[in-house]
């Protein structure tokens, strides 16, 4: 939903795009965890040229490109059939495997600083070594293993990307391959596959995977997982994937489980580099670029699609590299053309910032973070540092509030455990002085009858209320809860309760479910405050609560219930009864404490879903007067039958709609005739 948000946000100042007097034809942002969305930041990126020729090499299908340790740039050209290898600084080009490669597509350069390159024509990936004289020698070949169970005959290789990591073993992309990149030795021997993608978790999909058998799923049902589309190297050697489809990326360790991945990311990258400050950087087939920090938060996000030949956005972009000075370049095989970017002083600023974070400096970083936050106080990673260096300097409170602005549980996690336990220490004396003077009225109130004295005024006023018919209906919920039969049969049979307390009964639920959703500590609240919507809350509560009770009531006058629609209303509404107590004491369990005593929280909850559930059980079975599994049958009817009014109502408001345009266009149509 935020990513169909944002597209349609750019698309709509897509038109409005003008170049300014800075050159940059397009709005930045950046996404904010605190109000869930995407806000409008400063330029991170200004385009800077546009360039096709390089000496006498002009480029024609330009698929990849990357940089050496010396800002050497290699691109490769599909129909040249060339790496076109470029030296920015003294504007010299040459290039590599001319009459071996045909249709190269990727291109990388390894730690070793030889030069690999997948062909999609020849069907093989190669390696390159420099020279002493600035040529390059062809010392290793990868192609299709032979007598491998990994590959039949029949099997497809069609390289299209290539890496390496920090050992040198070499990754192939193959197009459409479902099992992941092919790995090599770098002496050419395959051995196995790497960093395919998993079938996703599905209700179908499991369903399938217990009735069906794997070439079934594979060929009725087309249960198979997405091919990797496009690879990277961090400067680790862990190996990064995209997926078309797939949000974003995944950054993998050694032992092929993901390490990384991005808080959020366009489903259609079409490649990713990372840069000199463990950014990584993507780049959409729509021309969005997208810098994410090493923790896979949302740096910025610019460009876009070119309709009007308009530099710094794209028609057909197909790879993106940075350099060491964290200019960005991009190929468009649509123009046949490199666009270079140069960082603005705000994306030099968030940069050095990042390098002081990374290599754990969190107290020196705290200065360039608060200069990010004066230009931008929603930047997520900003707020992160901030939590960080306070938390380094032990200054937890402080820590707290940018944590929280975060949203970083396990930061927020920590440093609450540090407050607390300050509290805990310095209240010693006071905590002993409650508990002497909880066992002094203990004492008192045994023998020295001083529950009296206090709870006189509690008694008085309860004398005075206890006779009226409100009062006794809402304390009967209570008597209820420990007696579920005798009570549900009160409400039944002795008209213990009331449509006007069962109604307060479940406005206090919904009170409780609203005090819960805001109030709950974050760190057991996924919900953001800015975010919560009281009309979807009241449809959320109110409208399956409505659906229950009537389809109950409907269900059961057919299937020999005998209980009246009051009879369910009002037992419907005490049944939360359990939630009403449990939810306004969760949250307050909530706020002290952390991650590590987040079993306390889940254990609270579950014991209010299951009294809940419970009473509502109780309930059916008692007012209608059935047996258990009668109860049960009527409950999954109920459900169903839920469902399907709900189903008929929208059909309804559907026929509804058009029956309403159809008398919109007769007046219209009379009107424009008269």
């Known amino acids: 939903m935020k990513k169909l948000l944002l597209i349609v946000i750019l698309m709509m100042t897509l038109p409005l795009f003008v170049v300014e007097a800075n050159g940059v034809p397009y709005l930045t942002f950046t996404y904010s965890s605190t109000n869930g ?53 003294n504007q010299t080009t040459k290039t590599i495997g001319e009459g071996i490669l045909e249709g190269p597509t990727g291109v990388h350069v390894g730690f070793d600083g030889h ?126 994937t995209t997926t078309k489809g797939l949000d974003g990326y995944l950054k993998l360790n050694i032992a092929n489980f993901v390490l990384n991945r991005s808080v959020w990311g366009f489903d259609n990258n079409e490649d990713l580099f990372v840069g000199p400050y ?41 790879s993106i590299a940075v350099n060491s000075k964290s200019q960005i370049y991009v190929l468009d095989n649509q123009t046949a053309s ?42 997520d990673l900003a707020n992160q540092g901030l939590g960080d260096a306070y938390f380094a300097e032990m200054n937890y409170e402080e820590a707290l509030y940018y944590y929280e602005v975060a949203r970083n549980q396990q930061g927020y996690s920590d440093a609450f455990w540090e407050v607390r336990n300050d509290v805990l220490l310095n209240s010693g004396a006071f905590i002993i002085v409650f508990l002497f003077v909880v066992l002094l009225f203990s004492i008192g109130g045994k023998y020295l009858k001083l529950n009296d004295i206090l709870l006189k005024p509690v008694k008085v006023v309860n004398e005075k209320i206890k006779d009226y018919k409100l009062i006794k209906e809402l304390k009967f919920g209570f008597y209820l809860m420990t007696h579920p039969v005798d009570g549900y049969y009160g409400i039944k049979r002795e008209n213990k309760a009331s449509y006007l307390s069962a109604t307060i009964y479940f406005l206090l639920f919904f009170i409780m479910y609203l005090i819960f959703i805001f109030e709950t500590n974050f760190l057991f609240n996924p919900l953001i405050r800015s975010q919560i919507d009281i009309f979807e809350q009241i449809i959320s509560i109110f409208l399956p609560y409505i659906l229950f009770v ?46 590590n005593e987040a079993f306390l929280f889940d254990f609270g909850m579950l014991v209010i879903y299951v009294l809940t559930g419970f009473y509502l059980v109780m309930m059916v079975k008692e007012i209608h007067y059935y047996e258990m599994k009668a109860t049960v049958g009527n409950i999954l009817i109920t459900i169903f039958t839920a469902i399907m009014i709900l189903v ?26 008269g």
């Open 338 to 379: 490199l666009q270079v970017f140069v960082p603005t002083s705000f994306a030099n600023l968030v940069h050095s910032a990042i390098e002081l974070y990374q290599d754990g400096r969190y107290v020196e970083a705290l200065e360039p973070w608060q200069q990010v936050l004066e230009q931008n106080a929603l930047f």
């Open 37 to 89: 969305r995407f806000v409008y930041t400063q330029d991170a990126y200004i385009p800077l040229s546009r360039k096709q020729t390089f000496e006498d090499i002009t480029l024609d299908n330009p698929q990849d490109i990357t940089f050496d340790e010396h800002d050497i740039m290699y691109i490769a050209d599909r129909d040249l059939g060339i790496i076109l290898v470029y030296d920015e600084i």
């Open 648 to 673: 008929v109502v929208f059909i309804v408001y559907l026929l509804l709609g058009e029956v309403v345009q159809l008398f919109l266009d007769i007046i219209r149509e009379v009107t424009v005739r």
């Open 278 to 318: 463990e950014t990584i950087f993507s780049v959409t087939s729509e021309g969005y670029i997208v810098e994410y920090g090493p923790d896979g938060s949302v740096l910025f996000i610019f460009s876009g699609t070119d309709t009007s030949n308009i530099q710094g956005l794209f028609q057909g972009p197909t």
């Open 550 to 595: 009537l389809a109950n009531y409907l269900v059961c006058s057919i299937r020999d219930g005998e209980g009246s629609f009051k009879d369910v209303f009002v037992a419907t509404s005490y049944s939360l009864l359990p939630a009403i107590i449990g939810l306004p004491l969760m949250t307050l369990i909530s706020q002290g404490l952390t991650l």
């Open 115 to 240: 030069v690999y390159v997948a062909d999609f024509i020849t069907k093989k990936a190669y390696q390159f070594a420099p020279n002493n004289d600035d040529t390059y020698n062809l010392v290793q070949t990868y192609e299709k293993p032979l007598n491998s169970p990994f590959f039949s005959d029949d099997d497809p290789f069609d390289p299209t990307k290539i890496t390496t990591d920090n050992a040198n073993n070499v990754y192939v992309l193959l197009a459409g391959n479902i099992n992941g990149l092919a790995q090599y030795k770098n002496d050419g021997t395959f051995f196995g596959y790497f960093g395919g993608n998993s079938i996703p978790a599905s209700w179908q999909n499991t369903v399938t995977f217990l009735f069906f058998d794997e070439e079934t799923r594979r060929n009725l049902f087309q249960i198979i997982p997405d091919p990797v589309y496009n690879i990277a190297t961090d400067q680790d050697g862990l190996i990064l």
